[in-house]
């Protein structure tokens, strides 16, 4: 599975957009782009997933550049809820297949 | 829908003594992942199943740790002799083939 590379820590203001980057130059044709969250002393929490198209659920929009070799996690209007450390994986996405956690983005939303 | 639920929530025992924790993954879910994650290592994958049958156990530490699971609505992680450093909080996460895994709240393990 492809190496991901991401900021240590971020900032947000609550209500604004929290804009979440990830780089994965080494990304092959087949691997997905995964995010997922963890919030204090909870699992870990998916949040969206895409190949090559911009995807967008009720939780985030997914935004992957078109060489894929970088993603960026959008959280619309960020509350204090979403505080939590973001990790972005990529995985083929094979049967099952394992997750490999990087360090991911600790983001810190601010009243 | 009942998510995956994992027991105990917290476990805190002497060195040496066995320790299991368990696991029963959400229901029609046929891969069942148990991850490990300290402040040192992060979040890893220790072993996974499917179908019950274990796939993939190269993330497991040594001989120390073993894993089961007997049937489709039930795992178990288990630690004969425990030792300080397994000290950690244990994952147990569950997926129906390709769809996103779902996770546990964790057991905080804590071996003194």
């Known amino acids: 599975d492809a190496k991901t590379t991401q900021p240590t820590s971020m900032d947000c203001a609550e209500g604004r957009a929290a804009n979440l980057p990830c780089n994965h130059s080494?990304?092959?044709?087949?691997?997905?782009v995964y995010w997922y969250r963890q919030i204090h002393s909870q699992g870990p929490q998916y949040i969206i997933h895409?190949?090559?198209n911009n995807e967008t659920n009720e939780m985030a929009s997914l935004i992957i550049t078109e060489d894929r070799k970088s993603s960026t996690l959008i959280l619309p209007h960020a509350t204090l809820r979403d505080t939590a450390v973001y990790y972005c994986?990529?995985?083929?996405?094979?049967?099952?297949?394992?997750?490999?956690f990087g360090q991911g983005t600790e983001l810190s939303v601010k009243p | 829908d009942a998510g995956v639920i994992q027991s105990p929530r917290h476990e805190v025992t002497e060195m040496g003594q066995e320790v299991t924790l368990r696991c029963k993954p959400i229901?029609?879910?046929?891969?069942l992942f148990w991850y490990r994650q300290t402040m040192m290592r992060g979040l890893e994958l220790l072993i996974y199943?499917?179908?019950?049958?274990?796939?993939?156990d190269s993330g497991m530490p040594e001989d120390r740790f073993s894993a089961k699971m007997p049937n489709a609505s039930f795992s178990t992680l288990k630690i004969q002799p425990s030792e300080p450093r397994d000290s950690a909080v244990y994952f147990c996460?569950?997926?129906?083939?390709?769809?996103?895994?779902?996770f546990g709240d964790g057991t905080r393990l804590s071996i003194l």
């Open positions: 199943f499917n179908n019950n049958v274990p796939i993939d």
């Open positions: 895409g190949l090559k």
């Open positions: 994986i990529v995985r083929v996405d094979n049967q099952g297949g394992k997750l490999i």
């Open positions: 996460a569950s997926s129906r083939n390709r769809s996103p895994q779902h």
């Open positions: 080494t990304i092959s044709g087949n691997e997905y």
């Open positions: 229901s029609g879910h046929d891969y």
